[in-house]
């Protein structure tokens, strides 16, 4: 059967029952995730693995070597990144030999070859009018992935097989084997590099939460030249079907974006509660002047009973952010402009803290640091509009999960107290 027709078929199948299979997990049911999807730090998400398996060589002459006798061993390694759950990318090393047939058509006996035109063969190596080629490969190649499974299934990060096509090109190198004599009978030291391209499916099947067993099948395509021969086609072919594991770092999942909390439907509350607020600062400001006037009549011979005093103490006062925001909207002004109005303005002598903070799940160390202080330095400019000698702590948290540790939004927050 046609080596290209059979790993067409394959790779059809493989789709299909991948489609079919996408929502197949190991273990108990899980949630199914879609994004939009958090962005994780640089270095989460990585992944290393090694394998090993055969190369089948496919050039115009090889068809004359019995199929067995044409495989040789493969090995890979290589070191990759899950940018989404459903794209990443690999880079990595696949080799080491590779086995053809140099055919001699008009010999019954077979001939030495013309080595300006073959560097691969040996003379001693006959075989059925001609000769067994044997060459080491190296091939170093980028891979863009896409995973099926994750894109039409949903995320889940406990699905028991991933299934992942790939595209790649990269640098390809032959070489003489160790055991031939490198310029005998004028042969040149042959070493031939050049660009090929590659297509494979990537198939995942989870052990655990950090190790994957790997079954990877992919096809190579070469120039005609590359074995060492010219036989009347544009290309080479190279089949390879590779077994390994691969390791997960960590971060090793991915989670669901946030849709930004939207409290506008809550702003009527607000303001009755803030009307509502104004209302027993005044009654209270009634009741101190009432106070006052008790006390001044001390010393008249009447008895006059002056209950304990007590202190206003101010609520903390919290504005949240959505996701990467450091902007304020006309909403969370005014009620910043109220709270300076009415809680700071009436306890001068208190010292307000007031803490910026971005929520530590998300978002690099720096991008945290730098969108706590950014969110803290929108309060404040608020706070210095309104006017008034206010004591002042300014803390910029960057990155945390002091607020909350299962909401991660409540951690992106400005607090006053």
């Given at each position: 059967?046609?080596?290209?027709?059979?790993?067409?078929?394959?790779?059809?199948?493989?789709?299909?029952?991948?489609?079919?299979?996408?929502?197949?997990?190991?273990?108990?049911?899980?949630?199914?995730?879609?994004?939009?999807?958090?962005?994780?730090?640089?270095?989460?998400?990585?992944?290393?693995?090694?394998?090993?398996?055969?190369?089948?060589?496919?050039?115009?002459?090889?068809?004359?070597?019995?199929?067995?006798?044409?495989?040789?061993?493969?090995?890979?390694?290589?070191?990759?990144?899950?940018?989404?759950?459903s794209f990443g990318?690999?880079?990595?090393?696949?080799?080491?030999?590779?086995?053809?047939?140099?055919?001699?058509?008009?010999?019954?006996?077979?001939?030495?070859?013309?080595?300006?035109?073959?560097?691969?063969?040996?003379?001693?190596?006959?075989?059925?009018?001609?000769?067994?080629?044997?060459?080491?490969?190296?091939?170093?190649?980028?891979?863009?992935?896409?995973?099926?499974?994750?894109?039409?299934?949903?995320?889940?990060?406990?699905?028991f097989w991933d299934i992942a096509p790939y595209i790649g090109a990269g640098v390809a190198q032959n070489c003489i084997p160790g055991k031939y004599p490198k310029l005998a009978e004028g042969r040149p030291n042959s070493r031939n590099s050049e660009i090929a391209v590659s297509a494979g499916i990537y198939n995942m099947f989870r052990v655990c939460s950090a190790l994957d067993v790997t079954l990877d099948i992919t096809h190579t395509l070469f120039h005609d030249t590359f074995d060492g021969q010219k036989a009347g086609s544009r290309r080479d072919y190279m089949t390879t079907v590779a077994l390994g594991l691969a390791y997960q770092f960590k971060n090793r999942e991915f989670s669901r974006a946030h849709a930004p909390v939207d409290v506008s439907s809550y702003t009527s509350k607000i303001n009755d509660l803030n009307k509502s607020l104004q209302d027993i600062?005044?009654?209270?400001?009634?009741?101190?002047?009432?106070?006052?006037?008790?006390?001044?009549?001390?010393?008249?011979?009447?008895?006059?009973?002056?209950?304990?005093?007590?202190?206003?103490?101010?609520?903390?006062?919290?504005?949240?952010?959505?996701?990467?925001?450091?902007?304020?909207?006309?909403?969370q002004k005014n009620s910043i402009k109220y709270f300076v109005e009415t809680s700071m303005a009436n306890n001068k002598d208190r010292v307000f803290e007031i803490a910026g903070a971005a929520d530590s799940a998300t978002g690099s160390a720096k991008t945290n640091e730098r969108l706590g202080q950014a969110r803290l330095d929108a309060v404040l400019?608020?706070?210095?509009?309104?006017?008034?000698?206010y004591k002042i702590s300014e803390k910029n948290l960057g990155g945390t999960m002091e607020f909350s540790q299962t909401d991660k939004t409540l951690n992106r927050v400005v607090v006053i107290k």
């Open positions: 059967m046609n080596i290209k027709k059979l790993f067409v078929t394959a790779a059809v199948c493989v789709f299909a029952f991948a489609s079919a299979n996408a929502q197949v997990i190991k273990g108990t049911e899980a949630q199914t995730l879609r994004g939009p999807y958090e962005t994780n730090r640089l270095f989460d998400n990585i992944f290393f693995g090694v394998a090993g398996g055969v190369n089948l060589y496919q050039a115009e002459q090889d068809h004359h070597l019995s199929f067995h006798r044409r495989l040789s061993p493969a090995v890979q390694g290589y070191v990759g990144k899950w940018i989404t759950p990318i690999r880079l990595g090393y696949y080799g080491i030999k590779a086995r053809g047939f140099y055919h001699n058509d008009d010999a019954a006996t077979p001939a030495p070859p013309a080595w300006s035109g073959n560097a691969y063969v040996d003379p001693a190596d006959s075989y059925d009018y001609g000769y067994k080629q044997h060459f080491r490969i190296h091939y170093v190649r980028g891979d863009l992935m896409w995973n099926i499974s994750n894109a039409i299934g949903g995320y889940r990060a406990d699905r600062n005044a009654r209270n400001k009634k009741l101190q002047e009432d106070l006052d006037a008790e006390k001044a009549k001390e010393g008249t011979g009447k008895t006059v009973y002056v209950p304990g005093e007590t202190k206003y103490e101010p609520a903390p006062f919290a504005v949240y952010f959505p996701l990467g925001k450091s902007t304020l909207t006309e909403d400019n608020i706070i210095k509009a309104c006017g008034g000698n």
